[in-house]
């Protein structure tokens, strides 16, 4: 029992010390996404594959048969490091702030506030990715 208190403790020090080494390994991949509109109740889902490159991450999402690029980076929020997307999508730009975690497969699980850059809203679009398993 000591041993494994000791390795949690090891683990979490890691964990919450980790730089962006550690995002860029476990942010990568290929998500099912599911979220709620910005200033509305509609919800949608669809895809996202997030690709490292040179500078941050190339974001590719697929809702409702339409397809956008955009581009990710780790930054830093308060004291939280987020990834943060940004995309234009119909001549407007958005932004999502997320929160990156792990499911008990340790896959990395995403949950984002979704807004428009320099847009006061009072009802931000959410999005939260899933780990889309490997087709058999």
Same mark, same amino acid.
């Given at each position: !029992?000591?041993?494994?208190?000791?390795?949690?403790?090891?683990?979490?020090?890691?964990?919450?010390?980790?730089?962006?080494?550690?995002?860029?390994? !476990?942010? /990568?991949? =290929?998500?099912?996404?599911? %979220?709620?509109?910005?200033?509305? #109740?509609?919800?949608?889902?669809? =895809?996202?594959?997030? #690709?490292?490159?040179?500078? %941050?991450? =190339?974001?590719?999402?697929?809702?409702?048969?339409?397809?956008?690029?955009?581009? %990710?980076?780790?930054?830093?929020?308060?004291?939280? =490091?987020?990834?943060?997307?940004?995309?234009?999508?119909?001549?407007?730009?958005? @932004?999502?702030?997320? !929160?990156?975690?792990?499911?008990?497969?340790?896959?990395?699980?995403?949950?984002?506030?979704?807004?428009? /850059?320099?847009?006061?809203? !009072?009802? /931000?679009?959410? @999005?939260?990715?899933?780990?889309?398993?490997? #087709?058999?």
């Amino acid at each position: !029992m000591r041993i494994f208190f000791i390795l949690t403790l090891i683990f979490s020090a890691l964990t919450c010390h980790a730089g962006d080494d550690l995002y860029r390994l !476990m942010i /990568p991949g =290929k998500y099912i996404l599911v %979220g709620k509109a910005l200033d509305s #109740e509609t919800t949608y889902v669809g =895809k996202v594959i997030i #690709e490292d490159d040179e500078n %941050g991450f =190339k974001v590719t999402r697929m809702v409702a048969d339409k397809l956008v690029i955009g581009n %990710g980076t780790i930054e830093s929020a308060t004291d939280a =490091k987020v990834l943060r997307i940004r995309f234009v999508e119909d001549g407007l730009s958005y @932004e999502q702030t997320c !929160m990156v975690g792990s499911d008990l497969d340790n896959y990395a699980r995403i949950s984002c506030y979704l807004y428009q /850059p320099d847009i006061q809203t !009072m009802d /931000p679009g959410l @999005e939260v990715l899933f780990n889309e398993p490997a #087709e058999a």
